[in-house]
T-cell receptor, first 113, second 114 residues
Framework: KQEVTQIPAALSVPEGENLVLNCSFT??????LQWFRQDPGKGLTSLLL?????REQTSGRLNASLDKSSGRSTLYIAASQPGDSATYLC????????????FGPGTRLSVLP | EAGVTQSPTHLIKTRGQQATLRCSPI?????VYWYQQALGLGLQFLLW???????NRGNFPPRFSGRQFPNYSSELNVNALELEDSALYLC?????????????FGEGSWLTVV
């Protein structure tokens, strides 16, 4: 059974800091891993998608890495801003399980002005 | 280009009733996914439809069902509503075919069972 965990559960930082969010998964048989952002009471916004054959992806101030063999991914946010405050979720797309994603519980990020 | 759209935004039902939620995928997307996000809990996979057929379902009772129409829109039906069905129901869509496709989510439908 695929399990996805995220550390830390919550994080509060002052504006301008660089930060790292962690995602771990137990089964390395994945197609890809995707990072999402969710604002309170809203849907999910896709941030980055990393294929299983890739090591990292970058979009603006965001950089995500994937180490499939160790079951880990990190999301790096540079120069954090108050607008980055949200819950960040990672999800792995499982092989041989009908392409459904398994989501982590999320990291709730607060960036203080 | 329109994103994934869901309706209604909010729905209040009483226990025992039925609820129907609707989802329109991004144009060109043939796969539709349904997820449940109960308060304080993570996203739980409900159903996956592709090309009009149910391809996979999560660990939910049979009273959670749905279908996908020829235009690839989808609806989720929840029968015999229970209080614990109160949650945000999220629909997502993706292109069919390769498993490397990004999935895109709608804003969700809030279901409250009283």
């Amino acid at each position: 059974k695929q399990e996805v965990t995220q550390i830390p559960a919550a994080l509060s930082v002052p504006e301008g800091e660089n930060l790292v969010l962690n995602c771990s998964f137990t089964d390395s048989a994945i197609y890809n891993l995707q990072w999402f952002r969710q604002d309170p009471g809203k849907g999910l916004t896709s941030l980055l998608l990393i294929q299983s054959s890739q090591r990292e992806q970058t979009s603006g101030r965001l950089n995500a890495s994937l180490d499939k063999s160790s079951g880990r991914s990190t999301l790096y946010i540079a120069a954090s801003q108050p607008g980055d405050s949200a819950t960040y979720l990672c999800a792995v797309r499982r092989r041989n399980y009908g392409q459904n994603f398994v989501f982590g519980p999320g990291t709730r990020l607060s960036v203080l002005p | 280009e329109a994103g994934v759209t869901q309706s209604p935004t909010h729905l209040i039902k009483t226990r025992g009733q039925q609820a129907t939620l609707r989802c329109s995928p991004i144009s060109g997307h043939t796969s539709v996914y349904w997820y449940q996000q109960a308060l304080g809990l993570g996203l739980q996979f409900l159903l996956w439809y592709d090309e009009g057929e149910e391809r996979n379902r999560g660990n939910f009772p049979p009273r959670f069902s749905g279908r996908q129409f020829p235009n690839y829109s989808s609806e989720l039906n929840v029968n015999a509503l229970e209080l614990e069905d109160s949650a945000l129901y999220l629909c997502a869509s993706s292109l069919r075919g390769t498993t490397g496709n990004t999935i895109y989510f709608g804003e969700g439908s809030w279901l409250t069972v009283v």
